[in-house]
């Protein structure tokens, strides 16, 4: 089962920071923190991934508190194709990926 | 680098008939997974092979579902028979390896009428 609560929906005006929150407040030491996307009819898309240090790459920052208990996605200028449903998702490496049903953000020109 | 490949992309059947879906995943890639999306919700695993050999299919409903991955590569989810509750998304993943973040490719949307 998804160990993860996240908002259903959000809006985000074109050219903002895109700021998702996640909370996993019974995360284990040795649970990463995942983040993945889904554009309408696509298949889940990899965004960036963490353990305990904030992590950024090109798509996406990663910020994660010192208790682990809670972490924040960073989409530094949302476009219209950031619109998507982004999943929150802690994970022991190695096993199954458990997806919940993740944040609906929409992207508003 | 060629993405996960899935085939067919749509299907439509009639409740008690059979159906499989085809998955080609990343080359060199160890880890694949089969996740059934139902409409709403997020994806929920059904298999995991290493290999050719299965490391999770707790969640597969054994009595109509069935899967294999001939070789290590290619895999094959078939259904038999079909309920309507099987209409969903039948998404394929890969992973380099089990620790791996994983790629998916963009599905089969099935519908069981």
């Known amino acids: 089962d998804a160990k993860t609560t996240q908002p259903t929906s959000m809006d985000c005006a074109e050219g903002r920071a895109a700021n998702l929150p996640c909370n996993h407040s019974?995360?284990?030491?040795?649970?990463?923190v995942y983040w993945y996307r889904q554009i309408h009819s696509q298949g889940p898309q990899y965004i960036i991934h963490?353990?305990?240090n904030n992590e950024t790459n090109e798509m996406a920052s990663l910020i994660i508190t010192e208790d682990r208990k809670s972490s924040t996605l960073i989409l530094p200028h949302a476009t219209l194709r950031d619109t998507a449903v982004y999943y929150c998702?802690?994970?022991?490496?190695?096993?199954?990926?458990?997806f919940g049903t993740g944040t609906s953000l929409t992207v508003i020109p | 680098e060629a993405g996960v490949a899935q085939s067919p992309r749509y299907k439509i059947i009639e409740k008690r008939q059979s159906v499989a879906f085809w998955c080609n995943p990343i080359?060199?890639?160890?880890?694949l997974y089969w996740y059934q999306q139902i409409l709403g919700q997020g994806p929920k695993l059904l298999i995991q092979?290493?290999?050719?050999?299965?490391?999770?299919d707790s969640q597969l409903p054994k009595d109509r579902f069935s899967a294999e991955r001939l070789k290590g590569v290619d895999s094959t989810l078939k259904i038999q028979p079909a309920k309507l509750e099987d209409s969903a998304v039948y998404l394929c993943a890969s992973s380099l390896e089990a620790g791996g973040e994983a790629f998916f490719g963009q599905g089969t949307r099935l519908t069981v009428v």
């Open positions: 963490g353990l305990k």
């Open positions: 080359s060199g890639h160890a880890t």
């Open positions: 019974t995360i284990s030491g040795n649970e990463y």
């Open positions: 998702i802690v994970r022991v490496v190695g096993y199954q990926f458990y």
């Open positions: 092979f290493q290999n050719n050999g299965v490391v999770d």
